[in-house]
């Protein structure tokens, strides 16, 4: 069995949110204590599977795929309730989750902004409507293939999935100033 090699030092955007972040933050918004500048708490990825019921090995390709991009294992999600016009039953597999935090999820994040993002089509940053009230930011992708560690080999049919970045931010103006800072590349107009 192989095991990671343990990294002593934290993520690249971990350190920038430390040395860069918090202090321009305290200076924009008047934050007293650096512990009140907003941070992201975690990132939740969900894929929707609805063919998963009649096809176990979409289900497993998908399980695989995920993997890859998170590095951790995915929770299937079940279903709550049957719903006899789509053929789902209640505990059926509909979907799959992860939910990041830590070290992971600012290696995603860093992945995600500098990597991800630029590779989708016609890319001329994230529109601002991805905000929820509450500072947090939900991000559609289309289809898996964008991310780099999965090869076409792996995918049978494209996937798309929903990025969600649950930050500490009070508002929406708290939580662009600190994606933003981060290395999102967000549209003006906040």
Request: hydrophobic letters at 35%; charged letters at 25%.
């Amino acid at each position: 069995m192989s095991y990671l090699p343990i990294q002593k030092d934290p993520p690249r955007l971990q350190k920038k949110f430390q040395q860069e972040v918090i202090p321009e933050m305290c200076k924009q918004f008047g934050y007293s204590n650096p512990y009140r500048v907003p941070r992201v708490k975690k990132v939740v990825i969900n894929m929707g599977l609805g063919e998963a019921s009649r096809d176990p090995k979409s289900l497993e390709l998908a399980t695989r795929a995920l993997s890859k991009i998170t590095g951790q294992k995915p929770i299937p999600a079940l279903a709550r309730h049957s719903i006899a016009a789509f053929h789902i039953r209640k505990g059926m597999t509909i979907g799959l989750k992860t939910t990041l935090r830590g070290r992971r999820m600012y290696d995603f994040l860093d992945r995600l902004f500098h990597i991800v993002l630029p590779r989708f089509r016609d890319f001329r940053g994230l529109p601002v409507s991805g905000f929820d009230g509450h500072g947090n930011y939900t991000i559609g992708v289309k289809e898996q293939l964008v991310f780099p560690e999965v090869s076409f080999e792996d995918v049978d049919k494209p996937r798309g999935m929903n990025v969600t970045l649950v930050t500490t931010a009070r508002s929406d103006e708290e939580a662009a100033a600190l994606l933003t800072r981060l290395g999102m590349p967000l549209k003006e107009g906040i």
